[in-house]
Nanobody, 121 residues
Framework: QVQLVESGGGLVPAGDSLKLSCAASGLPLNRYAVGWFRQAPGKEREFVGAITWSGGTTYGADSVKGRFAIFRDNAKNTVYLQMNSLKSEDTAVYYC??????????????WGQGTQVTVSS
């Protein structure tokens, strides 16, 4: 059974950092691209960024470029989303997803359950 589990969310003040983890079981994550998405209350799910199986990265919204970074630890079968200089508008549920190809749309085969990130201003 394939499972993606996000962790590392929480409540932090603006300007702080958080590192989210996406751990996989039943799936060799080193052979998959992993995307990160977020969904704020009342808004559509937004593509944050993705990392290919070989480590190449792409980011979605301009608002996260330069502040967020995605990297992977294949030995731990885990992908991370490092978020720095957090702003209140980063508040959302963050999801990771896995597929053979990195893509900015929702067509990932596997999804995690999400982790809440709340940034207080």
């Amino acid at each position: 059974q394939v499972q993606l589990v996000e962790s590392g969310g929480g409540l932090v003040p603006a300007g702080d950092s958080l590192k989210l983890s996406c751990a996989a079981s039943g799936l060799p994550l080193n052979r998959y691209a992993v995307g990160w998405f977020r969904q704020a209350p009342g808004k559509e799910r937004e593509f944050v960024g993705a990392i290919t199986w070989s480590g190449g990265t792409t980011y979605g919204a301009d608002s996260v470029k330069g502040r967020f970074a995605i990297f992977r630890d294949n030995a731990k079968n885990t992908v991370y989303l490092q978020m720095n200089s957090l702003k209140s508008e980063d508040t959302a549920v963050y999801y990771c997803a896995a597929d053979l190809y990195a893509r900015p749309d929702y067509k990932y085969e596997y999804w995690g359950q999400g982790t809440q990130v709340t940034v207080s201003s």
